[in-house]
């Protein structure tokens, strides 16, 4: 990425958290205050996340699980993604499904710890598992949408996303930005992929998940 499509992506991201986060914000309180109400815990949920280099932030989400809930990791590493998942609460289930829970991550954008387009943010311990050409998905800032998203999202194999993230980092453009942005629209509208395949998976108390 030359140093024109950085600051061409940084500036496009500015422009577009900020009209969302003001023109949206009433919706930010309602959510707040469902997501609290819905279930004991904060409305929103606050969790260290890879960013770019690998360097740590925290990344903001509306709180889709019950309070502290326990963490679930799959054999290959990814987290468990399944619409069956006890630790998910009646609000959190609808927004996952409607990607609604992701809207605090606007403020991430503003604040440059992520951007629109980007791999999605995973838990700092996930990088134990990526294979060298996989890290390169350090190279840019994670994002509220990726590559990855709009070929399936959680229904894919997580090494597959893992794959297209590196493929995106590979093959970046301003140009490719946009395609993913533009699909990545009726995707959210049908709500497909925002759950994974239900599996019999065991808690494993690491850290609470979300």
Not at 22 to 36: D, E, G, N, R, T
Not at 106 to 118: C, W
Request: proline share 8%.
């Amino acid at each position: 990425m030359t140093g024109v499509q950085q600051a061409t992506k940084r500036f496009l991201d500015i422009v577009f958290s900020a009209l969302v986060i003001v023109v949206l914000w009433p919706v930010f309180l309602l959510l707040y205050i469902v997501v609290s109400i819905d279930s004991p815990g904060p409305g929103i949920f606050r969790q260290s996340r890879l960013g770019r280099g690998g360097k740590p932030f925290t990344c903001y989400k509306f709180r889709t699980m019950v309070a502290d809930a326990p963490h679930i990791r799959k054999p290959d590493g990814s987290a468990y993604t399944g619409a069956d998942d006890p630790r998910i609460t009646r609000v959190g289930h609808f927004l996952r499904k409607t990607s609604l829970d992701e809207l605090p991550q606007f403020f991430n954008v503003l604040k440059g710890d992520m951007s629109i387009v980007g791999p999605r943010p995973e838990q700092v311990d996930q990088v134990r598992y990526y294979s060298e050409r996989q890290k390169k998905r350090l190279l840019v800032k994670p994002g509220m949408t990726s590559w990855a998203t709009i070929h399936g999202r959680n229904t894919l194999p997580w090494e597959k996303r893992l794959e297209l993230d590196a493929d995106y980092v590979e093959n970046y453009s301003l140009a490719l930005d946009a395609r993913i942005f533009l699909l990545t629209i009726p995707m959210l509208l049908s709500t497909r992929g925002a759950f994974g395949p239900q599996e019999e998976i065991q808690p494993d108390p690491v850290t609470p998940d979300d």
